[in-house]
């Protein structure tokens, strides 16, 4: 093992706000330095490792043998894999575990697993005893180019997707892009969605590439995957940067979602949250192209490209556009019951609107489609 720490790929910085600045590593191997760096990075008395079981059978149980090993105290938790366990009452099971165990101020909340698990775990720390630190781990494409950094935590409710949570920033994240050999396919190509999303929504030479270069994706190939997750990382750190907590810029990162996350709560997550943000795009896109808001031929191109890439792009049957906007208005981007889009005007440049980001869309411009 190199005795030198590994340099992150990326700085978050994170204004009027304790997290201030934390690193991002990428890279294929970085999961055999956590327990080097993880004392120096976010000491602690006590460290929880939270993942669902699936992950933990692959990866957390010996990632915290090697915490161990290096002379660390961690209890490891487990939840059931999936959606179904991003619930209030989950994280209450969490708590009083962490609470059985003594956890006090000076522990460390680890999150090892996809957008599920940092998303609860981190909701977890931002919480409990009103917040103690923690590091994401994230184990999919999805996690690693979105969910794991930005800050954003929560559950969902019946009511629908993520309405429950707060904004808690990693002290650090670790990216091993080797992890992604396991994943399921199904689960890779929900991750190449939201890749697809950040293109779109701030880099066009990214999208570019993603057209020319679909079949070394889809490969896996290590320095493909490693400069993906590198380059999603960056933009979402200079989005966050600007607009911590989503009162303007960082709205862009929500194309696709208003409907995605309406058409994940209908399926009742039988969709994939790639997939449902997948046909959200599609939906929007063209929605916004009818509207003369997207330039002609772009909306076009995104689906093409999410179709090489073995997405969705058209809602199931049974899931009519009324449906999905009764839903839709409950989402936390609704104002007045009003929906509002994340829509480009050109694919690496969004709409805006009177300095927002977000723009109304008219239904007819959905059911024309």
Known sequence: MPSRIPRPCVQVRVPRSDASRY??????????QLPRILPRLAPAHRYFLISDTHVTRLYGRRLRNELVRAGLTVHLLQVP?????????????LEDRMLALQGGLDSVVLAVGGGMVCDLAGFVA???????????VPTT????????????????????????????????????????????????RSGLAEVVKTAVVGDSALFRTLERGTA??????????????????????????VDERESGRRCILNFGHTMGHALEHLSRFRLAHGEAVAIGMAME??????AGILRRGDAGRIVKLLKALGLPVSPPRGMAPDRLFRIARRDKKARGGRLLYAVPRRIGRMASQGGRFVVPLPTRYFTSQ
Not at 81 to 93: D, F, I, L, V
Not at 126 to 136: E, I, K, M, Q
């Open 81 to 93: 894999p999936g959606e179904r366990s991003k619930t209030r009452q989950m994280k209450a099971k």
């Open 23 to 32: 690193p991002v590593f990428v890279g294929p191997g970085i999961l055999r």
């Open 141 to 188: 494409l999805l996690a690693m180019v979105d969910a794991a950094l930005g800050g954003k935590t929560a559950v969902d409710h019946p009511k629908g997707k993520n309405l429950i949570g707060a904004f808690h920033h990693p002290r650090g994240v670790f990216a091993d892009v080797s992890v992604l050999a396991t994943l399921p396919e199904r689960e890779y």
């Open 285 to 290: 896109a063209s929605a916004a192209e009818a």
């Open 216 to 241: 070394a994706i889809l490969s896996r190939h290590p320095e493909a995957l490693e400069d993906l997750v590198t380059t999603c990382s960056r933009l979402k750190a200079r989005v966050v940067a």
């Open 126 to 136: 931002a919480t409990y005893l009103r917040g103690v630190p923690f590091v994401s």
